[in-house]
């Protein structure tokens, strides 16, 4: 079935590494300003687990999604403070993330299926009929998943970074990602797969977390900042144990046949130089019979970060006609 598909991935990198799909991920927590209208917090039970969500701003609802798998959503804040003028941006702590975690993270209480319910049970609790659903990277695997499941919850997808509609397009994103990174990054990329699953837990976390910081600087047209985004990154704030669980379900999805009977307004927005390339987006917009692609120059995997006023406008242009 489709809802025990995806969100669990992994790319084959060259030299046999493997990489989870959250190093094209990372977090930034950007501060929201103190004036900024209506921010609030809630919790809601599912499933046998209380999760938790933010939200920012007052008006029509839009539901954010974070990547990863096993990310906190706290990196996509400043995607949450563009839609804040006009909209109820709600930021999800997803299972197995931030304050939504399990007593034990096990297939039994981290899936996509419970993820999909946990978006149905907290639309209920708000009382929305419909709301829009943004999701990032494997957040954008989610938002698919979620409309697949419950087409008629959704008044529109907003798709940034996405994901392709099936999983053999990922093989060369790994390569991809590798070449980017200068010979010294590379040797030690190598290095550290090498090491595999020796030493502690701590010491094979510590290990990851230098390999996604590797990645994330080259995931962005301007390094420096690229660099200062990639250090935040921390055992704290990306969740190995949700991301292991989530990566061991069935690698090669195909989604295309169920998105194919979506008729759902779909906005895809991707960077020019993400990992994910244009081409690969193009994928995701072919599958989707009502989506459109716009793509943002000079902007890597995170382009809210490198050209905000440019995401801001085509998301709310986007919006405004749906």
């Known amino acids: 079935m489709a809802?025990?598909?995806?969100?669990?991935?992994?790319?084959?990198?060259?030299?046999?590494?493997?990489?989870?799909?959250?190093?094209?991920?990372?977090?930034?927590?950007?501060?929201l300003p103190a004036a900024l209208a209506q921010q609030g917090q809630g919790t809601f039970e599912n499933a046998g687990l209380t999760l938790y969500y933010r939200t920012l701003g007052q008006g029509s609802p839009v539901l954010i999604l974070a990547g990863g798998p096993g990310m906190d959503v706290d990196y996509m804040l400043p995607v949450a403070r563009l839609l804040a003028k006009d909209h109820t941006a709600i930021l999800l702590e997803q299972r197995g993330t931030g304050r939504s975690m399990p007593a034990k993270i096990a297939p039994e209480t981290v899936s996509a299926d419970l993820m999909l319910s946990d978006m149905e049970a907290l639309r209920t609790?708000?009382?929305?009929?419909?709301?829009?659903?943004?999701?990032?990277?494997?957040?954008?695997?989610?938002?698919?998943?979620?409309?697949?499941?419950?087409?008629?919850?959704?008044?529109?997808?907003?798709?940034?970074?996405t994901m392709p509609p099936n999983f053999t397009p990922l093989l060369k994103v790994?390569?991809?990602?590798?070449?980017?990174?200068?010979?010294?990054?590379?040797?030690?990329?190598?290095?550290?797969?090498?090491?595999?699953?020796?030493g502690t837990v701590a010491q094979q976390n510590a290990r990851q977390i230098e390999m996604l910081r590797m990645t994330f600087e080259a995931e962005f047209v301007d390094k420096e900042a690229g660099h200062r985004f990639a250090q935040t990154m921390t055992v704290d704030n990306f969740h190995m144990g949700t991301s292991a669980v989530l990566e061991t379900a069935l690698p090669d999805y195909d989604e295309r046949p169920a998105l194919a009977k979506l008729h759902i307004p779909t906005l895809i927005v991707q960077g020019r130089q993400d990992s994910l390339d244009p081409d690969l987006a193009a994928l995701t917009r072919d599958a989707i019979p009502d989506a459109q692609l716009v793509i943002a120059e000079k902007a890597g995997h995170f382009g809210w970060l490198e050209q905000p006023e440019f995401y801001r406008t085509t998301i709310e242009t986007f919006l405004r006609g749906k």
Do not use: D
């Open 125 to 161: 609790k708000l009382r929305y009929r419909q709301w829009v659903v943004l999701g990032h990277s494997a957040g954008s695997l989610t938002a698919m998943l979620y409309a697949v499941a419950h087409p008629s919850s959704i008044r529109a997808l907003v798709l940034l970074g």
């Open 174 to 198: 790994g390569p991809s990602r590798m070449a980017r990174l200068g010979p010294a990054e590379q040797a030690r990329m190598a290095e550290l797969s090498k090491l595999g699953n020796t």
């Open 3 to 31: 809802s025990r598909l995806v969100l669990n991935l992994l790319i084959t990198l060259r030299r046999g590494i493997r990489v989870p799909l959250c190093v094209v991920l990372s977090m930034a927590f950007l501060c």
